[in-house]
């Protein structure tokens, strides 16, 4: 095969006027067997992002996913470097994953600039191992494929579907009601993850690696093989293959991520009912992309669209099923179908989206409706702003018949709802006091979590999702209005008001809302007001902001002063001007 360019990797190994720094970079990789020759060769070096490890359950798929893209990379004339990124575990990191997201974004960065690779296979699975490695993968522009690990095996308990992440939030308001006890809450937590593999259900994870998949950064149906099944390895090895073919292309992000495929993304995640985390992690990439994607976005190519997946959260399947009855492709060409995607986007296939997908009709009709049959009509992210926020997301796929009845449906004012405000200082606040009697909350009464952001975390934590008081529960009532300026796990059936920028921490209105306040929601006008005077917010404004916990670690302080809003993304705000520095090649180290 021949290239459009000299590959980066012989700046490193074949540089006629150097040959003493040829001689220093080749040494020290004979110490393991490779040759002079193969790396002097003028194949391209092909990275390989491992992001698999014993901190990354949902991740560590990949440890044995590597060595058929070596395989792949192998055979199709490639030379393999495997190397370790910083790992990311939603549940288990604490005081939040997200924190993470930008620091593995970094460390890619300078990994696929500073060292001789010249395309890279980008291991993903768990929710900000997506996102951040294809920031990275954009920032420096070498060509890049994403291969994610794929979902667990479905999950069941007592013949019961229950899906990973998913049962926790449910068995935790049937524990509450007394429905079960808690070493039955824990087996149906076990029960959920039977494999290896990310989370089963529609949540964050499978939401980010079809956001991929949709973008044209995998390879077609790469994103809903769960792992254990012999696809998984054998487009692990396709993959491996591919990204020689796309070196020699110089088939690179930025010829793929355009506007036109991000707002594919967006369309697509409303078709699958996908995470509210979609939202800063696509509005990341884009910025890293030089794409721009604003609010108006949301509403305008996604939120109109239909819910046409029947899986967990949203729905009732989970991932394998999802698999077997087409995965994106199938979900795409519905919307292909519709006239409501963009086909000629281009992919890492070398070929357009529509040509990727071509005739994928789905095989299980339960699964994946028909357009026209949906499970509901507009059903993306609902956009809302006002006195407290100038954005903030509702994912109204999770709405249930119960929610809207109960508080979308007052004749004469559907859509409208007036709640006192119940405000609590974080997590820990909300776990000590959810259930004091003297807050009096009933189910007209609105739950709110500030302190969750980007630098009131720090990091922004999924901690909006909360549920009622017991005494409530008991009664019946699953769910309460609830409203934040951190997140939600992509796997919670709550329909929450999430993401709210400006945070509290930054001055946002959540600082100076007060329980007992009315908050006033309107569904049709996408507005969310306290009812309090001008001159009473004035006041309140004046007084210091509510108090955030000191950071604990050199990279919180970090991350707390670079870092921007969920509205924009929360990147680091200072890393956004860094586009295409692969085009320049580093100083030499000696």
């Not at 790469?222 to 012999?230: E, L």
């Not at 007052?410 to 000590?432: K, L, N, S, T």
């Not at 569904?523 to 950071?551: H, Q, T, Y």
């Amino acid at each position: 095969m021949t290239s459009p360019r000299r590959f980066r990797s012989q700046d490193w190994f074949a540089d006629p006027a150097r040959s003493d720094m040829v001689a220093l970079y080749l040494e020290r990789f004979m110490n393991y067997g490779v040759t002079p020759a193969e790396l002097r060769s003028g194949r391209p070096i092909i990275g390989i992002a491992q992001s698999g490890s014993d901190l990354s359950p949902c991740n560590r798929i990949h440890l044995d996913l590597a060595k058929r893209v070596r395989d792949g990379i192998r055979d199709a004339g490639g030379i393999c470097m495997e190397f370790p990124v910083h790992p990311i575990f939603e549940n288990c990191r604490r005081p939040t994953a997200a924190l993470d997201r930008n620091l593995a974004y970094l460390g890619l960065v300078e990994i696929l600039y500073g060292y001789p690779i010249d395309a890279v296979v980008l291991t993903t699975g768990c929710d900000k191992t997506t996102p951040s490695q294809v920031m990275a993968a954009s920032t420096v522009d070498i060509p890049a494929i994403v291969l994610s690990g794929g979902p667990m095996l479905d999950g069941w308990s007592d013949g019961e579907l229950v899906g990973a992440g998913t049962v926790i939030w449910r068995s935790r308001r049937k524990l509450t009601a007394g429905e079960i006890t808690e070493e039955e809450f824990l087996q149906r937590a076990c029960d959920s993850a039977p494999s290896a593999g990310h989370c089963n259900t529609m949540g964050t994870a499978s939401t980010m690696n079809a956001v991929a998949e949709a973008l044209g950064l995998s390879l077609p149906g790469c994103a809903a093989i769960p792992a254990p099944y012999r696809e998984r390895g054998q487009i692990a090895y396709e993959t491996g293959r591919r990204i020689v073919g796309m070196a020699h292309e110089d088939l690179r992000p930025s010829k793929i991520l355009t506007r036109e495929s991000f707002l594919n993304a967006i369309r697509v995640v409303t078709a699958l009912g996908g995470s509210s985390n979609a939202q800063p992690h696509i509005v990341a990439m884009a910025r890293h992309a030089g794409v721009e994607i604003t609010a108006a976005d949301w509403m305008e190519h996604g939120y109109d669209l239909p819910l046409i997946v029947d899986m967990q959260p949203a729905g009732r399947f989970l991932g394998e099923r999802f698999h077997r009855a087409g995965g994106v492709p199938a979900v795409m060409w519905e919307l292909l179908q519709a006239g409501k995607l963009a086909g000629d986007c281009l992919t890492v296939t070398g070929q357009s989206l529509a040509a990727n997908v071509g005739a994928c009709e789905a095989r299980d009709r339960e699964v994946i409706r028909p357009f026209a049959q949906p499970l509901k009509e507009k059903a993306g992210f609902l956009v809302l702003s006002g006195n407290l926020f100038d954005f903030g997301i509702m994912k109204t796929s999770v709405i249930s018949e119960e929610f809207r009845a109960r508080y979308l449906s007052c004749p004469g004012a559907e859509g409208v709802f007036e709640g006192r405000a119940i405000v609590f200082e974080g997590a820990d606040d909300y776990h000590h006091r959810i259930d004091d009697p003297a807050l009096a909350i009933d189910e007209n009464c609105i739950l709110v979590m500030r302190g969750a952001g980007p630098i009131g975390w720090p990091g922004s934590a999924e901690v909006v999702n909360m549920q009622p008081p017991a005494a409530l529960i008991q009664r019946g009532i699953q769910w309460l209005p609830t409203l934040g300026d951190g997140r939600q796990s992509g796997t919670s059936d709550s329909p929450s008001i999430l993401n709210c920028s400006p945070e509290s921490a930054a001055g946002g209105g959540l600082s100076w809302l007060r329980t007992g306040d009315l908050i006033r929601i309107d569904i049709g006008k996408g507005a969310c007001n306290a009812l309090v005077g001008e001159a009473e917010i004035a006041r309140r404004r004046a007084e210091p902001l509510p108090p955030v916990p000191p950071s604990n670690t050199p990279w919180e302080e970090l991350y707390r002063e670079k870092t921007g809003q969920m509205g924009e993304g929360a990147v680091l705000e200072m890393a956004v001007k860094y586009r295409g520095i692969s085009a320049r090649t580093p100083r030499h180290n000696h």
